[in-house]
T-cell receptor
Framework: QQPVQSPQAVILREGEDAVINCSSS?????VHWYRQKHGEAPVFLMI?????EQKGHEKISASFNEKKQQSSLYLTASQLSYSGTYFC??????????FGAGTRLTVKP | NAGVMQNPRHLVRRRGQEARLRCSPV?????VYWYRQLPEEGLKFMVY????????ESGMPKERFSAEFPKEGPSILRIQQVVRGDSAAYFC???????????????FGAGSRLTVL
């Protein structure tokens, strides 16, 4: 029931792009994306509910495929502030929440 | 509008002692989740509670660990007879009653970091 994330870690230079993937063997109700900076609480980024949905917030966007088994988070023209660990989460039928193992993103000057 | 409040932020215990971690959810939130995070690892689900009710505790070890969310007061995660392997950050999150399936957004607390000597 726990989604699978890839890659485990990414190192970028400022201005470069990155894609983080999240997949499940079964169709999901929804997919949630959170970012956690070192030593801090995870912070909600966005939620996708419908198959084929795409959402964006500034230069961070996400998609949810038609079968609702795969989501990707796109970070465009990365900034230093994007560094952190990104988690995808999935909600189960009883409103329970499970998270992937996380993708550690490091943006260097 | 206070967020999720966790205390203590840091707790040091010797092996065999008890650890009690408290979580006050966002005002009006009726669901509480506890997750454990080891250094450089992901958020591992432990337990999901509503007021006075445990919904899912499948992620919690059967022995030594317990959780409650009483009608009044904070949610408590209790670890009895702690061992060194219990050292981790414990995060609490809360959410309101979901408006639609899949739309359950969690607000996380800053975490409680337990160190067992």
């Amino acid at each position: 029931q726990q989604p699978v994330q890839s890659p485990q870690a990414v190192i970028l230079r400022e201005g470069e792009d990155a894609v983080i993937n999240c997949s499940s063997s079964k169709a999901l109700y929804s997919v949630h994306w959170y970012r956690q900076k070192h030593g801090e609480a995870p912070v909600f980024l966005m939620i996708l509910l419908k198959g084929g949905e795409q959402k964006g917030h500034e230069k961070i966007s996400a998609s949810f495929n038609e079968k609702k088994q795969q989501s990707s988070l796109y970070l465009t023209a990365s900034q230093l502030s994007y560094s952190g660990t990104y988690f995808c989460g999935t909600e189960l039928s009883n409103n329970d929440m499970r998270f992937g193992a996380g993708t550690r993103l490091t943006v260097k000057p | 509008n206070a967020g999720v409040m966790q205390n203590p932020r840091h707790l040091v215990r010797r092996r065999g002692q008890e650890a009690r971690l408290r979580c006050s959810p966002v005002k009006g939130h009726s669901h509480v989740y506890w997750y454990r995070q080891l250094p450089e690892e992901g958020l591992k689900f432990m337990v999901y509670l509503q007021k006075e009710n445990i919904i899912d505790e499948s992620g919690m070890p059967k022995e030594r660990f317990s959780a409650e969310f009483p009608k009044e007061g904070p949610s408590i995660l209790r670890i009895q007879q702690v061992v060194r392997g219990d050292s981790a950050a414990y995060f609490c999150a809360s959410s309101p009653l979901p408006r639609a399936p899949g739309a359950n957004v969690l607000t996380f607390g800053a975490g409680s970091r337990l160190t067992v000597l």
